[in-house]
């Protein structure tokens, strides 16, 4: 009898326990209504750390001669996201390209082909693995030869092209490249300054 009472109590007991597991068990899945905002939270703080935030580039594209600057352009633009933005100004100057015949009147036609001469300057972001944010730019300075005007093989055109890519700092100027002119002591600098918008 008392081996009975004393097996009833063991099973009870173990009935007891495995209820009050379940329970808790079950208390903690529904009364944790945090668990989905958590996950949203997380998951805004993943889609942030990937977004691209808006810039502004001030770029100076500089002479130099005898360690001193005596030209400086400078151009201003407005970057956001991977998409690339371009900054362009210049001529198109026309350029003999076949020889010319008479028409039917007598007239002489000749045709053309234009080349533009000018300032063309393009930039474009790209998040690295880690977060790091890079930006890439190039820039392509180009104009007339005026020393002979007189040339039998039509405007000559000197042109300059720098490339690079950097990791954004802010607040500084940063040496994107030089190049040395051939034709004179003069060297040519292309420096961007990157302020973040917000």
């Known amino acids: 009898m008392r081996r009975s009472i004393l097996w009833m109590a063991v099973i009870m007991t173990a009935f007891l326990f495995s209820g009050t597991t379940t329970l808790a068990t079950g208390q903690e ?114 104009n007339m030869d005026t020393t002979d005007p007189a040339s039998k093989l039509g405007p000559i055109i000197r042109q300059i092209k720098i490339e690079g890519s950097t990791l954004l700092a802010f607040g500084k100027p940063i040496l994107i490249g030089s190049a040395d002119d051939p034709n004179s002591k003069r060297q040519f600098q292309l420096e961007v300054t990157v302020t973040k918008l917000r």
């Open 29 to 142: 899945k529904t009364n944790n209504p945090s668990d989905g905002k958590a996950t949203e939270q997380s998951k805004a703080d993943a889609d942030d750390s990937k977004a691209i935030y808006p810039y502004r580039l001030d770029f100076s594209f500089a002479e130099v001669e005898d360690g001193k600057r005596i030209n400086t352009r400078h151009y201003i633009m407005d970057l956001a996201g991977e998409q690339g933005q371009e900054i362009k100004i210049g001529t198109r100057v026309p350029v003999v390209s076949g020889g010319s015949t008479i028409g039917m009147h007598g007239e002489m036609n000749t045709q053309y082909q234009y080349i533009d001469v000018g300032t063309n300057i393009g930039a474009h972001l790209n998040r690295l693995f880690g977060g790091d944010v890079q930006l890439r730019v190039n820039c392509e300075v180009s």
